[in-house]
Structure formats: structure tokens, C-alpha cells
């Protein structure tokens, strides 16, 4: 790991990426990305298909030679110290293709006797909820539980350092939950982990930081809350709406800045939250206007992505 010494304390990090670059001709997969990931974090890259997400990811774990930078992975640069590397690391990739007529144990046994030190297969079964399906084969389980077993192929090696690479594409909702409470308890074990998708939800749920990546360029990093909060802070009241009360009175209110109408309800826009919600309260004494169901929306990393490429993230 590399240590960094910063006043009195001390900031250890897991990976550290400077002005990485990568190009395929004339395509810049990967365009001077610098970032650095802490020990013991959920760190996401979040970008749409070809922002140089899994790029990244290929040259961290030494599948791929970068053409420029510097990258330290648990302390080692994996293109020259690549077996240094993958003592420290697990991977899980977007494609795995495994063994059909294996069992679920089968799979796990055949890869810990690859290991020195591997993680018990009943533990790791319990670990993805997968203990009543030991028995089924690989071709028997369904997409989350072939996604669970591949996740848990990932900590055979009890690694310290996680890489994710859009995990939960293609999963329904039930089986993507699962996956984050996995997610969860690695965080929860100390674990540090490296992870790209193109959910927003998921990135908000499971990251303490993420990067947000486009056409290989980092757009803006930080914790979600933070880039929301600096890139999108205006917020929406929404209340419902009655025939006597005119729009025009609502964009009156004190920090309003439109108010949108939509099927008898009104979406109340707003630099600040306090002083126009207390208008509306005020407002309400006196009018017809109705709190019930009163309802608080705060903007997401989806709106801060179109804030900064003027495009939805799944395009």
C-alpha cells in the first residue's frame, strides 16, 4: 500500500492512478485519468458503455499494458510487478464463462486448490447465500446466482483489494440487492473496493467516492452527496395542487426558480430549501394550498452527469 503523510495524519491508499493513458489509433480510451482509492473504500467509476471504464480496470490488474502514467496497485506497478499484484487482488470481470456440468462446490473447490491459502468453500457459499444450490450445476443457476458464485470466486483468495467490473448488469432487482449486501459486508470487513457501473443508484448506495468518467476524462470526483450538492443544489417541492391556487403564486415565493405542473401536482423549484418551504407553509395558512403528501426530491448523480455532458449517462 502506498502511505502518504499529509499534516499529522496519515492517508494510506489502495491504488493510485496518475495521468493514465491509454489509446486504441486514433480512439482515447483512457485520456490522463488520475485518481487515488483509500484502503477500506467502496470507490466507483461511474460512466456510460465506452467512457474507458473496463480499460481502466484491465490495465489496474495487469491484463492490459497502458501507453503512459504511473499506477500503484497495493504498492506495485502491475505491469512490472504483475504477480505481486495478484497475490494482493480479486477480480470479477463482466463476462464469465464457467464450467456447465460442475457443481457450485465443485467450481469453488477446483479454484481454491489453485491457492495456498483459500478461503473455506462453506464459507464462501454462506458468504453469497448460495448453500442450498452447492449441488446445482453451473448450467442450472439462474443469472444472479451465477453472479453471486462468480463474486465469490473473486474472494477465493481472501483477497484485500476487490475489483468490480459492472457486477450487476443484465440482473433483475431482487438479485442486484443481493449483490450490494455482498458489496456491503466486504466494506464491512475492511476490504477495499474498486467498482464501475452505469447505475446511479448503485453508485449512490455502495461508494464513499466515485469518479465520474466520460470518453476516458474524469468530469468530477467526490463523495455523491458532495458532487450533488455542488453540481445540482437546487431541490424540488412537490405538493399537490388545487384549482385555486395559480402556479404564478408559487413561483413568487421567496428562492423559487420555475415550478413545473404536472397531473394536479406542483414540482416547487428552489435554491434554498428553508426559506421557500417555510413560504409554503406560511402559504398554506392562508390559501388553499394542500401539504399533504408534501414530498422533498434532491438531485441525483444522474442530473450531475447531464449537468456536466449535457447527455443521460446511459446513452
Not at 1 to 29: F, H, P, R, W
Not at 232 to 257: F, G, H, N, W, Y
Request: with cysteine; aromatic share 4%.
Amino acid at each position: 500500500m502506498a502511505i502518504i503523510e499529509e499534516g499529522m495524519d496519515t492517508i494510506v491508499s489502495a491504488i493510485e492512478v496518475e495521468n493514465l493513458q491509454k489509446s486504441y489509433g486514433d480512439l482515447k480510451a483512457v485520456d490522463g485519468l488520475s485518481f487515488a482509492v483509500e484502503q477500506g473504500e467502496v470507490f466507483g467509476l461511474l460512466g456510460p458503455n465506452g467512457a474507458g471504464k473496463t480499460t481502466t480496470i484491465e490495465i489496474l490488474i495487469g491484463l492490459r499494458e497502458r501507453d503512459g502514467g504511473s499506477v500503484q496497485v497495493a504498492g506495485f506497478d502491475p505491469a512490472q510487478e504483475g504477480d505481486a499484484v495478484k497475490t494482493h487482488i480479486g477480480v470479477q470481470l463482466q463476462q464469465t464463462q464457467l464450467f456447465p456440468l460442475l457443481s457450485a462446490e465443485e467450481i469453488l473447490s477446483l479454484f481454491a486448490s489453485f491457492y495456498r491459502n483459500s478461503k473455506p468453500v462453506d464459507d464462501l457459499l454462506e458468504l453469497v447465500g448460495l448453500q442450498d444450490r452447492r449441488k446445482a450445476k453451473y448450467q442450472h443457476l439462474s443469472g444472479g446466482q451465477k453472479q453471486r458464485l462468480s463474486l465469490a470466486l473473486t474472494l477465493i483468495n481472501d483477497p484485500e483489494l476487490v475489483f468490480l467490473d459492472e457486477p450487476t448488469t443484465g440482473l433483475d432487482p431482487q438479485a442486484r440487492r443481493a449483490l450490494w449486501d455482498i458489496v456491503e459486508q466486504m466494506r464491512e470487513q475492511g476490504k477495499t473496493v474498486l467498482l464501475t457501473t452505469h447505475y446511479m443508484e448503485e453508485a449512490e448506495v455502495l461508494c464513499q467516492r466515485v469518479a465520474i468518467i466520460d470518453h476516458g476524462k474524469i468530469l468530477a470526483l467526490g463523495a455523491p452527496r458532495e458532487l450533488v450538492d455542488e453540481y445540482v443544489p437546487e431541490r424540488a417541492i412537490e405538493i399537490p395542487l388545487s384549482d385555486s391556487v395559480a402556479p404564478s403564486r408559487l413561483e413568487s415565493l421567496p428562492a423559487v426558480t420555475h415550478v413545473d405542473v404536472k397531473d394536479g401536482s406542483a414540482a416547487i423549484h428552489t435554491m434554498n430549501l428553508r426559506e421557500s418551504l417555510t413560504a409554503i407553509l406560511a402559504e398554506s395558512s392562508k390559501t388553499a394550498v394542500s401539504l399533504d403528501n408534501l414530498r422533498i426530491q434532491r438531485g441525483t448523480l444522474e442530473d450531475v452527469f447531464l449537468h456536466l455532458t449535457g447527455r443521460t449517462i446511459r446513452e
